[in-house]
């Protein structure tokens, strides 16, 4: 934008998760940006299915040093300052309040540190998603700054289901299938196997073809004793007696405490950050019909896995992707002037599950394909974007060459008819319409519960 070093204005990402160091690799021209981070490492989380059974690939490939990256390498320009802290609180001075963490292994030792206020002309809240296992809450992992420390933890996983003869994995999303593959992968018949899962099917957000096609892989194991679907866990239960070990893989959750002084009217119950057709931070859910006195923060923005936008988007490495460039372009805009770009609720589904080492799909938005190379391929992305992140030779090849692959894939499925099923229009209709109902659904609701009110009144 030809900004000269005086005129360029501070942002802030809080948090180095995977659309933290994305956004930053975009707008490391255009700002003075600090990056600040808890913690001492960045985690390629989608490994974690094979990091537990794997722990030395969790050690020498699915982590990333920040600060050999960003502050020794300079992987990102000069124009970037990363400092190892965990946000307490969000002012709205507007300036934001940390501890730093440096040295520190987790939350356990930040009792006297000393909190520093630091000022921001503009502010990206990127703190990712938690995926908890076997911990009792999100807390617990979050609050781990140190790789020493997670390492820790991804060995206790590993040396709990090497020791187990029967494990039972819950949750049938794309971790909780993922990681039951590879253990069965690498032990085989040594052990039994069983899959729970609260829904009707496995991989509940993929087409019904995938779904199959991971549940007959399973029941086709001689040594797997069940799939139990629409089933809760209980350690209590039945099912669970049966297994020596039990790998809780059942969802993301959020952490996101430091929203809750100022704007805990931003933040929905499970810690995600709302956000407007323009990912700035707003206390209007999106889920719901526009109320007069909302609030809309125009420096404040969100994006990545702890948003809850408009457009109800698939939270993946692809769509981050595409999210990035509206993202930058509105911290642009709101500095230096310019026109806002909306969201696009047309967003293309790129993405990827495996449940063993040559047995997988690919989904091209409404489209599920058989692919013996799925593993291959998701490793040849993380392979990519690591590469980049340790400076690595030939990474910006191997990046450009990944961004010609995914603008190809999605100008083939964008250029079919509109009556086609991945058409880019349909979509767009498609996605309307599913928030739209999800807004009258909750004015139901509430009008429901005024009328039940008025009626006890009476």
């Known amino acids: 934008m ?75 320009g000069p124009n970037v300052r990363y400092l190892q802290g965990m946000v307490t609180e969000i002012t709205d001075q507007p300036a934001l309040k940390y501890k730093p963490t440096k040295g520190l292994d987790s939350a356990k030792e930040l009792e006297n540190v000393q909190e520093e206020i630091l000022e921001f002309d503009l502010l990206v ?39 187990a003869a029967q494990v039972l994995v819950v949750g049938g999303g794309p971790t909780g299938v ?65 297994y020596d070990y ?4 059942a969802g993301m959750e959020y952490y996101t405490p430091f929203m809750t002084k100022n704007f805990a009217n931003c933040v929905d119950q499970r810690g995600r950050i709302f956000v407007n057709q ?4 707003t206390s209007q859910d999106p889920t719901k019909s526009a109320s007069a006195d909302h609030q809309t923060y125009d420096n404040i923005f ?30 642009k805009a709101v500095s230096y002037g310019g026109k806002l770009s909306k969201m696009t609720y047309a967003i293309d589904n790129l993405s990827a599950v495996y449940y063993s080492k040559w047995r997988g799909s690919i989904v091209l938005n409404n489209l599920g394909l058989p692919n013996c190379l799925t593993l291959k391929s998701k490793k040849f992305i993380e392979g990519t974007f690591m590469g980049k992140f340790r400076n690595k030779c030939c990474s910006k090849c191997r990046f450009k060459l990944y961004n010609c692959q995914v603008n190809f894939l999605s100008c083939f499925v964008n250029n079919c008819c509109c009556c086609c099923s991945c058409s880019k ?27 039940e009110s008025h009626v006890r009144g009476l």
């Open 2 to 76: 030809g900004n000269t070093q005086q005129q360029k204005k501070r942002l802030f990402i809080v948090g180095g998760s995977f659309a933290g160091l994305l956004l930053l690799d975009k707008v490391k021209d255009d700002f003075e940006v600090t990056l600040i981070e808890k913690k001492d490492h960045f985690e390629w989380i989608c490994s974690l299915p094979h990091s537990i059974v794997n722990p030395e690939y969790f050690n020498k490939d699915a982590t990333v040093d920040l600060h050999q990256c960003l502050t020794v390498d300079r992987v990102f």
């Open 125 to 163: 809240i990127c703190t990712g998603a938690v995926y908890k296992i076997n911990e009792g809450s999100a807390e617990d992992v979050a609050n781990i700054f140190s790789k020493h420390e997670r390492s820790k933890l991804i060995q206790k996983y590993h040396e709990e289901i090497d020791e």
């Open 178 to 242: 993922e990681a039951l593959g590879e253990i069965v992968d690498k032990y085989g018949t040594s052990k039994e196997y069983g899959l729970l899962n609260s829904q009707d099917r496995l991989l509940t957000g993929f087409p019904t073809g995938v779904s199959r096609r991971a549940y007959n892989y399973f029941n086709a194991k001689r040594t797997f004793k069940e799939c139990y679907l629409g089933k809760y866990y209980s350690p209590e239960d039945d099912i669970a007696q049966k």
């Open 246 to 249: 039990t790998l809780m893989c």
């Open 278 to 281: 323009y990912f700035q931070v």
């Open 302 to 331: 969100c994006y990545g896995d702890a948003c809850f936008s408009p457009m109800q988007e698939i939270k993946n490495v692809p769509s981050i992707r595409e999210t990035t460039y509206t993202v930058k372009n509105n911290l």
């Open 425 to 451: 229009r349909k979509r767009f209709k498609q996605r309307r319409a599913i928030v739209r109902a999800l807004i009258e659904h909750h004015r139901q609701e509430e009008a429901s519960n005024v009328s």
